[in-house]
Each structure stands twice: as C-alpha cells, then as structure tokens.
C-alpha cells in the first residue's frame, strides 16, 4: 500500500501530561531531553498550523501543572483537564477534541511511555487512527520501561517517529514553504545543539574562506 507523507493537511499533534510533577519519575531521558523534545514538537504545530490537542490533570493534582517552558509555548492554547484517567480517550472532552481535529493521523507525545501515552495511542490505533509516537518528546521510569513501551506500541502498529523526522516529513523539503521552512530551521537551531555547533562551524570557515 502506498504511503501517505505527513502534512498539515493530515495530521494533529497531541500532547498528554507534560507535568512538572512527572520530572522526579521519569528516568528513560533526563527532564532536559525530555523537555527539549517536546518543547520542539509544540513549536513544530504552530510553525505548520496543524491542530494540537494539549491534556493534563489538574493543576493540584498529584503530577502538578504543564512544564513552565511549555505553557510559556502554547500561551492561551486551551489545555483539556481531564480526571485521573490513563487513557486520555476515556475523558469525552478529550476524544471530542480529537474528534474535532478532522485528521485521522494523530502525533502523540506523552509521559509516561508506558502508560498515558501508551493506553491512550492504543486506543486511537482501534478506533482506526494512524497514530505516530514522538519517542523524544515522552519518557518513562527507565530506559526499559520506554523502550518496551515504544515496541508494544509499534507491534500495535503504531509508528516510532521523533520530532526532528517530524518536522522533517510536515515540511518536505526546504523550497517548498519558505514561511514554514524559516520557522523550522529556528526549531532545529533552537533545539538541536548539534546544528547549532554546525552552523557555527561552516560560518567560521566561510568567513576564514571569505577573509
């Protein structure tokens, strides 16, 4: 069967529980990876436009509010507080949300691995979603526990993608937008110290080249 690229058009990124209260349990990355990618992939829905769909528990709950960081990101974007569910599927409002989306091919990101995102991809997987996990934007306990997670997921026939391939497939090369393709770049150079150490290094030699 013919394979259908990402785009805008056919896609919906979703975030699930990226709380400040999960950072003492998560193990599979440290909190600064963890958060690097998924401040990455919020960017990359607003950059492309494609609808996001954003959940977490209650502010006083037990996982806390969303990451500071990522907040300061999404700015008034509604944020679906569902109840202590683990499948975010199971809270109406937010299966609505995606329902609302109109896309069928959903972008998850989530903590933990194994759990939040895991039940609530499995789910999106039956009700006949193409679902793709950004395993650099969620963590879990170990490194064990996220990469079990992520092979459970893929036997389920969801996609291990992460955001830079992400970003990569929405745009599809850099002369096709050149809107979206300035506002990735400064993604990549925001979040990917190895472009920025590049970037650095071919300036420094063209202006040595150029002197």
């Keep these: 069967m013919a394979r259908t690229p990402l785009s805008a058009d056919n896609a919906a990124i979703v975030l699930i529980d990226h709380a400040i209260g999960f950072s003492n349990l998560i193990g599979s990355h440290t909190i600064e990876e963890n958060l690097n990618g998924t401040l990455a992939l919020a960017k990359i829905a607003k950059v492309f436009g494609t609808p996001l769909v954003v959940t977490n528990g209650s502010d006083d ?37 995606v329902e609302a989306s109109g896309r069928r091919r959903l972008i998850m990101a989530g903590i933990q691995t194994d759990v939040c995102l895991a039940l609530t991809a ?35 026939g969801v996609i291990p993608v992460n955001w830079l391939a992400v970003g990569s497939e929405l745009l599809g090369g850099w002369t096709r937008d050149p809107n979206a393709a300035t506002g990735f770049g400064e993604v990549i150079y925001q979040h990917l110290r190895s472009w920025r150490h590049q970037n650095a290094l071919t300036t420094n030699v063209r202006k040595h080249v150029t002197d």
Excluded at 67 to 94: C, M, S, T
Excluded at 127 to 140: L, P
Aim: hydrophobic share 45%; glycine share 6%.
């Design 61 to 97: 709950g037990p996982a806390g509010p969303l990451y500071p960081e990522l907040q300061d990101v999404l700015g008034d974007h509604p944020v679906i507080v569902r109840p202590p569910v683990f499948d975010a599927f199971d809270d109406e409002n937010f299966a609505a949300a």
């Design 122 to 156: 499995l789910t999106a997987v039956d009700r006949g979603y193409e679902v793709y996990a950004v395993v650099d934007a969620s963590a879990a306990t170990t490194k064990e526990t996220h990469d079990t997670a992520v092979m459970r997921l893929v036997q389920a």
